[in-house]
């Protein structure tokens, strides 16, 4: 079990870190218009999975405008999730608001199964973690940022590297 900093609080997280190699674990999320997305949806694609907290938080914000920012750089072949405990409602809000049509939020609010099986789940806030994934075609973890201080933003450097490289 591996645990992150809230403000200098630690945290401990739900489930395990799926490793680089590992098949991406499962989920089902809820994406704005309310319909299920599952890993099946993206199959063939190279996904940037972005874990954050809450859109409605400044590092959330600024995170997500920079992969959005990113996204149309990254080619046809990779698609940019943000996954957040927000409801969908609050989520397709926060995008028309901000102008991000580049990438896809979905909402884990249901069941928190995104949250429990990759290991992002601050359970006593359920709230998730800050955390970046790469996915590559394969269904298979390419690479892992888990940030430790949640207020903080990931290296996105590092993150675009790993999905340039899996997209190649």
Known sequence: MASVT???NP??????LPKA???APVFTLVDNGLAPKTLNDYKGKVLVVCAVPSLDTPTCDTETRRF???AGRLGDDVKVLVVSMDLPFAQARWCGAAGVDHVQTLSDHRDASFGANWGV???ALRLLARAVFVVGR???VAYVQLVPEVADEPDYAAVLAAAAKAAA
């Open 6 to 8: 809230l403000k200098g």
């Open 11 to 16: 945290m401990n997280l739900a489930g395990n």
């Open 21 to 23: 190699g590992d098949p």
């Open 68 to 70: 959005n920012e990113e």
């Open 121 to 123: 789940l601050i359970k």
């Open 138 to 140: 394969d269904g298979k």
